[in-house]
């Protein structure tokens, strides 16, 4: 059977800078999150003013449209996605700005693959 | 994580001479050995120049993070070392700055996660030059824990 967990969250974060994502991932390492996937993915306003012409010249209206989008997957520990998400925005700045990128969570459903981590130290 | 809790007033070195990262190498390995039994300076000296790693380059200031397990250590020992070349036709590639992360294989997400930490403010402009620029020991202690409050 699989087994619905209370104790950890997705954590995505939308980051749109390169230089970021090593920052981030090595400020994971620091709370202790030791597994984490980076999707390299493109931003909605990326595609529509790259690749749909009628849009092309309207690119101030999307700001940073023309970065890429890193996704950056994890299962974290529920008593650090505080701290996570402060990471985040440290490195990132402020999320609040338009096109800056961005950092959720999501409950976890029923899972496999996932064996549980002890608590950092 | 804090680097307080590694990086004390007296795991400091701020006059460092040495033209090259194995003279360096060789200074810090002679500093362990008189501070810690039962540490074998060959393979402390072998580890740390395999282990010799550049963490992140501004200019010409390199911040260095040469590190090594040593079983017979009771724990974690970073050492911090500003580097005074001899002459200043020196190596580019001569690190200014060098932290040393020594620790007990049982520590090793410890270990991991002091270099995390290291390596996330090497990327910060200012962190190594200003480290570069100080000469007396207390304020590039102070400077160390100025960033390390900064940061989550």
């Keep these: 059977m699989s087994e619905i967990r209370n104790d950890v969250e997705l954590l995505v974060c939308l980051v749109k800078e390169y230089g970021h994502v090593d920052e981030i991932l090595a ?10 996937t980076v999707v390299d993915g493109r931003g909605m306003g990326e595609i529509i003013t790259r690749d749909i012409p009628v849009f092309s010249g309207l690119r ?7 970065l890429h989008t890193y996704v950056i997957l994890s299962l974290v520990q529920v008593e650090v996605i505080e701290t996570a998400f402060r990471l985040v925005e440290e490195v990132c700045g402020d999320l609040s700005l338009p096109g800056s990128g961005g950092v959720f969570a999501l409950p976890v459903g029923r899972n496999r693959g996932f064996p549980k981590q002890p608590p950092a130290e | 994580m804090r680097l307080k809790d ?21 200074i810090i390995t002679e500093i362990l050995v008189s501070r810690y039994e039962d540490i074998n ?7 740390l ?4 790693r550049v963490a992140c380059t501004q200019g010409d200031c390199i911040i260095g993070v040469p590190n090594a397990f040593v079983d017979s250590l009771p724990d974690t020992v970073c050492l911090v070392v500003r580097v005074l070349p001899r002459t200043d036709a020196v190596s ?9 992360v020594i620790s007990p294989s049982r520590n090793a997400m410890k270990h991991l996660r002091l270099i995390a930490r290291i390596s996330r403010f090497a990327c910060h402009t200012g962190f ?20 390390d409050e900064k940061h989550v």
Excluded: H
């Design chain 2, 92 to 100: 580019p590639d001569t690190i200014r700055v060098g932290f040393f």
């Design chain 1, 60 to 66: 101030n209206l999307f700001p940073r449209g023309d």
């Design chain 1, 27 to 36: 400020g994971f390492l620091e709370l202790g999150i030791s597994g984490a």
């Design chain 2, 49 to 52: 120049n395999t282990q010799d």
């Design chain 2, 41 to 47: 300076a060959g393979n402390l000296l072998k580890d």
């Design chain 2, 128 to 147: 190594c030059s200003d480290l570069a620029a100080i000469d007396d020991p207390e304020a590039f202690y102070q400077r160390i824990l100025a960033e």
């Design chain 2, 6 to 26: 590694y990086v004390q007033p007296d795991s400091i070195f701020t006059r460092i001479v040495a033209d090259e990262r194995g003279e360096l190498n060789r």
